[in-house]
């Protein structure tokens, strides 16, 4: 069994910083795609950002040049560094990780969520 453990969220006024992180416990053998997601109200959830083993990313065209993704493999964590907030930004907002378990079966996981309020 793995669990992943969000933080980071809160209320930020507009052009403001947060940094998001996510950790994953548990019989974890190796971590494929780390990933943010993101839902507004009424909206259906949307990627934000993600990021393979490999170390490729992509974001989606709305964050590119303000969020940026980065993981940590020894601590199986991921982090979202969000810059420039605007009000659309306004989310909850998850974390989803592709993990090899130590039985070697492949599982994909997602945080409770995290909400970011971008107002002034």
């Known amino acids: 069994q793995v669990q992943l453990v969000e933080s980071g969220g809160g209320l930020v006024q507009p052009g403001g910083s947060l940094r998001l992180s996510c950790a994953a416990s548990?019989?974890?053998?190796?971590?494929?795609?780390m990933g943010w997601y993101r839902q507004a109200p009424g909206k259906q959830r949307e990627l934000v950002a993600a990021?393979?083993?490999?170390?490729?990313?992509n974001y989606a065209d709305s964050v590119k040049g303000r969020f940026a993704i980065s993981r940590d493999n020894a601590k199986n964590a991921v982090y979202l560094q969000m810059n420039s907030l605007k009000p659309e930004d306004t989310a909850v907002y998850y974390c989803?990780?592709?993990?090899?378990?130590?039985?070697?079966?492949?599982?994909?996981?997602w945080g409770q969520g995290t909400q970011v309020t971008v107002s002034s």
């Open positions: 990021t393979t083993s490999g170390g490729s990313t």
């Open positions: 989803k990780i592709d993990v090899t378990t130590g039985s070697l079966a492949r599982f994909v996981y």
């Open positions: 548990g019989t974890i053998f190796r971590i494929n795609a």
